[in-house]
Each structure stands twice: as structure tokens, then as C-alpha cells.
């Protein structure tokens, strides 16, 4: 439970090797000692690494094996988390896959590999957390969805069809738990140079981890439910989605 200034005691992150979700710890936690982060992921040095770094800034870290594509194992990683003791204050749920888009419009399995990691899972951990965030009666979902989710382009639309799913979730999540004392922040980011895009050429107002993180965490503090990063990808997706389809598709995007 947040103490009595209002910080955060407890993270839960499902998908902990994120480099956006462990930047949102860093900064949620800032130079505070002994907050509790439970670090969802699969095994490896990976998650070692993660649990380290946030270890060497003074955070307890606990490590719970999570595979978005077995049922079994997300639940067992969100009960652990939650009944380790003491209420959660925060869940990021941060895992995701880009794919192979050209196969993933193509091949049954891929398609359906991106749908279950993106959004079938997504979905179902939207369920889980909530129910234990309203029993607490208080808590907050940072969900990361994607700009890419607001009008799908024909480079990346399968990816982009799982993030819009993933955004209307957790939207209407938010709207339903909002009376529970429950917030989701739904956090939509434009390109952000990390791990998930490494060797991917980098879109127009681009981001870091850390600046993606300052957005999510000032969001957080404001009540709001939508936050884009950079601010003005709102303006930018909005231009966007009110295209004519038949400009919008002769678009090099």
C-alpha cells in the first residue's frame, strides 16, 4: 500500500524485462529504499539483469516466471504477486511482441502467436488484476497499447489489430473499475528505441524508455486515463485516422 505521502510501496510488472515498464519503476520509485517490485517474465539472464539493476538502486526484487502464451502460467504469476504479501499499489502490463508482419498476415500460427501474446493474454490479465485490485479497493493498470492501434497500416496491421484490441479493453476497463477506486492509465507511445525495436529504423518523434516513463508516471499523478508519448502523437494519429482510406492508403506507412 502507497505510505502516507502517497509513493508507491509495491510494483507488480508482467512482462519485468520491458525496458519501458522498468524505466516507469526507476522513475516511480525514484531514490526511495526497500519498495517491493515482483518481476513477471520468463526466465533468464534477461530478467536477471532486470532484477539486478532495480536491486543495485535499493528495491527489494522478487522473480516470477510468465509465459503470455500458457494460461497456467499467468495466473499462477499474478496470484503469486499479489498474495506475497501486502497490497499492490501498481501493475504494468508491459508484455508484447512485435512478429514478423509479413508472415503474420500469411501463416495461421504466426497470426494467431501475435493475437494470443498481444491481446488474449492482455486481455486476461486485465481480468485477473482487476478482480484483485477491486478487492483491495484501491490500486492503479498501467496498460501499454500503442499508436500503432489507432488506425492499423498495412506495414504492421496484424500487430497494430492487437494493440487496438488491447486499447479498447483497457479503456473500458478503466471506465468500469473506475467507482472500485481502481485507475488504468492506458499508455500510447509512437516509435521508442528499446530491445522490441532494436535495428528497426527509427519514426519521426521518436522516443527513449526514460522519456516514455516520465509521461507515464506524471499521467499517473494526474488521474488521467490516456496518456501519448510524445504528447503531440495525439494530434499527429488524429490527423491520421480522419483520412480518407483511399489517401491513407497510398501513405508510405
Avoid at 28 to 34: C, E, K, N, S, T
Wanted: proline share 3%; hydrophobic share 50%.
Amino acid at each position: 500500500m502507497k505510505d502516507a505521502i502517497g509513493n508507491v510501496q509495491r510494483v507488480v510488472v508482467l512482462g519485468g524485462t520491458s525496458d519501458i515498464a522498468l524505466a516507469t519503476v526507476r522513475r516511480l520509485v525514484g531514490q526511495r529504499q526497500d519498495v517491493q517490485v515482483t518481476l513477471a517474465a520468463r526466465a533468464g539472464d534477461r530478467r536477471v539483469a532486470a532484477a539486478s539493476s532495480l536491486e543495485a538502486m535499493g528495491m527489494k526484487v522478487d522473480e516470477v516466471d510468465f509465459e503470455a502464451a500458457d494460461r497456467t502460467s499467468y495466473e499462477h504469476a499474478i496470484a503469486s504477486a499479489f498474495e506475497a504479501g501486502g497490497d499492490v499499489d501498481v501493475v504494468i502490463v508491459a508484455f508484447g511482441v512485435l512478429g514478423d508482419q509479413e508472415r503474420a498476415w500469411q501463416d495461421l500460427d504466426a497470426a494467431l502467436d501475435l493475437v494470443q501474446v498481444n491481446y488474449t493474454a492482455a486481455v486476461a490479465c486485465g481480468v485477473l488484476v482487476a478482480k484483485r485490485l477491486r478487492e483491495q479497493g484501491h490500486g492503479a493498470i498501467i496498460a501499454m497499447s500503442s499508436v500503432a492501434g489507432e488506425r492499423p497500416r498495412k506495414s504492421n496491421f496484424v500487430y497494430g489489430s492487437t494493440k487496438a484490441g488491447l486499447d479498447a479493453f483497457y479503456t473500458g476497463l478503466g471506465d468500469a473499475i473506475a467507482a472500485d477506486g481502481v485507475q488504468v492509465l492506458v499508455v500510447r507511445p509512437g516509435f521508442v528505441h528499446s530491445k522490441m525495436t532494436d535495428g528497426l529504423a527509427a519514426a519521426p518523434l521518436s522516443q527513449t524508455p526514460e522519456q516514455v516513463a516520465e509521461i507515464i508516471v506524471e499521467g499517473l499523478a494526474a488521474g488521467r486515463q490516456t496518456v501519448w508519448a510524445p504528447a503531440k502523437m495525439r494530434w499527429v494519429m488524429s490527423g491520421l485516422r480522419h483520412l480518407p482510406r483511399a489517401v491513407f492508403t497510398r501513405l508510405p506507412v
